[in-house]
């Protein structure tokens, strides 16, 4: 059973960058699913943030994509996120999360991160 | 972006009562890319029905997932005290690639 933990600052300054980890355990990075990042404001809906495959090709949310950079290191079975001039409206929980095995649905989720963007 | 919209915003029932849960889309979606996911305070989503109808590995039979044009509807037949919680349908969209989530529905014991 695929398991993802997130890892991180939990609290960034206004303008600076927000980075985390995910790391994938029970198997393989490389196995040829999705890689995807999930948001959800306190008390708000969820907010898909982008997806990346094991060979590096990722997909972004439209309204993100000039702030967010996904990568990963099948080396360390690892893949992040970055998001650049964060603002407090991008306080949040950070899920990383794998594609479903039927796919067209996120069937895997780590337990979630919140970070908070405050000064 | 195709939108969804999840109604009701607030559904109160007791246990042992029929949920009834709707999620319309803005434009055509195939079927292949609905899902529905419960979600319990301080927990992550649980994916609970992929491709409209089929339900995902461990799911109760009690959960069942229907489509009808751009409309789709989540049922709880007979509702279990553990089954009161935000319920989110989502759908995929390929081009350009990407996922999107209706404001969910929370379903709260009356």
């Known amino acids: 059973q695929v398991q993802l933990q997130e890892s991180g600052p939990r609290l960034v300054k206004p303008s600076e960058t927000l980075s985390l980890t995910c790391a994938v355990s029970?198997?393989?990075?490389?196995?040829?699913?999705?890689w995807t990042w999930v948001r959800q404001p306190p008390g708000k809906g969820l907010e898909w943030i982008g997806e990346i495959y094991h060979s590096g090709s990722p997909n972004y949310n439209p309204s993100l994509k000039s702030r967010v950079t996904i990568s990963v290191d099948t080396s360390k079975n690892q893949f992040f996120l970055k998001l650049t001039s964060v603002t407090a409206a991008d306080t949040a929980v950070y899920y990383c999360?794998?594609?479903?095995?039927?796919?067209?649905?996120?069937?895997?989720w780590g337990q979630g991160i919140l970070v908070a963007v405050s000064s | 972006e195709i939108v969804l919209t999840q109604s009701p915003g607030t559904l109160s029932l007791s246990p042992g009562e029929r949920a009834t849960l709707s999620c319309r889309a803005g434009q055509s979606v195939n079927s292949r890319d609905l899902a529905w996911y419960q979600q319990k305070p301080g927990q992550a989503p649980r994916l609970l029905i992929y491709?409209?109808?089929n339900r995902a590995t461990g799911i109760p039979d009690r959960f069942s997932g229907s489509a009808s044009g751009t409309d789709f509807t989540l049922t709880i037949s007979r509702l279990e005290p553990e089954d009161f919680a935000v319920y989110s349908c989502q759908q995929y969209d390929s081009s350009p690639p990407g996922y999107t989530f209706g404001q969910g529905t929370k379903l709260e014991i009356k």
């Open positions: 999360a794998r594609e479903g095995t039927h796919g067209y649905s996120i069937g895997y």
């Open positions: 491709g409209a109808s």
């Open positions: 029970g198997g393989s990075i490389s196995s040829g699913n999705w």
